[in-house]
């Protein structure tokens, strides 16, 4: 979303005589007055952790609930169906029933969770220079199963039963920062109209980007912060990071000093493509198929390169880097052994000998990579791989940043680095395809 589909939001609003402003000056009056930005949104499944925030329409609903009154808005956190609405148009169904399986019961009533002893939020860094957000969850009910749980079953990362609903407060005293967060954690061209206009060196940035997109993407990140953490401290193995589309549609709000709502904005936050362009074309149909009946599993390789993509767009920057570094691996290997046995005709005993070094007290070890690419690449191919740009760009991007990850000296990581990492590795395989299938 850019401040253009927000300023359209405030068309009916300044032509109203009361209002005889323009749009875009309500827009700048309201950024004026902005105090804090709070982004809502829904997780596809259910985090176990203390209530940290209510809602207003479900505390009306139980008001209107108690009164004995009807509750005339639309909510999807409501029952779809309750037993009143039933029993008057003469169908008996299992909506009926509701499924208490846990203590979470006990905070039940009149079909939805009811947030109680409401902690304060969990206060998150998004950077080392002191900006963070504020982020709270509270749980809801599945409306749309049938019969609807009550619960916290284990593995259930899509709902099914329950999910959070969170809710994320960000601060418009850091918008340079979250600007430079969105740009440093997004692997997609989407974020590229925020980038073409910051100014880096300055840490300007223009105003006209003060939107929605950039609050969605802090909280994001945000929260995949706290899912990384979280996940670990409670062994919920079974979840994983989230993308902005997994989470839409996203609210948000923006709140003057007396928490006085000043706009708020409904963003479906979507990525739509057409299906029969995504359809699984007849060929790949036709393998599937083949593999599928006999037992077998994915190509080693295939499997990487597939996994680390994956964990760029779950912001797995980390594990990404690493499994960048294994791919690579993986097929440097098993080609040099196909160079050397199969074009160059070298005997097993002479292969060995090639791959291994003697240390200073004559005892033999295997060759570690860096030495693989570098003797043993010149020896099977006359090319010195590591004078290439190539190289200097597959260690500086994916080698080294991998064994810094995971001998513990370093700790964060970014998607211009991960996307670095896989995109050197794929370069570097494709200039040693090159020259590990022929003879020099």
Known sequence: MSISDAERSFQQFSSHPKNPLDYSQQWELIRKRTNRIQVFFDLPFLVAVNDTF?????SEYIKAKDAGEEFKHQYHYLPLVTPESLEKSGFKGT???ALQVSDLGKHVKHGVYVPHDIKKPYRIATNDSGSFVYMGFVPRINQAQDPVMIGFPRGDIAGRVMYSSVFVELFPAYFNEYVKLAIENDSSKHYMHIRDNFNEKGGGVSREFNSGDVYIKTAIYAVNRFIEQY???NDSYFITNVTENMCSPYRIAWRDAQNIVLSELTVPKLTISDYDENKLPDEEDRI???????ISSPDILDTLDIN???RLELQEWKIAIIESAVLFESWVQPRIRYMALGVKKMSRKSFDRLMKFKDADNNSHPKPMSMILDSVVLELTGVEFVNTDVY???KQNALTPRNLIVHGSKFTANSIEATNAYLSVRKAIDYLDDILSMPN
């Open 54 to 58: 209510s809602c207003g329409i479900i």
């Open 95 to 97: 909506k009926l029933l």
């Open 231 to 233: 996940k670990i401290l």
């Open 288 to 294: 599937l198929r083949s593999e599928l009946s006999k």
């Open 308 to 310: 680390i993509r994956q």
């Open 392 to 394: 200097k760009e597959l």
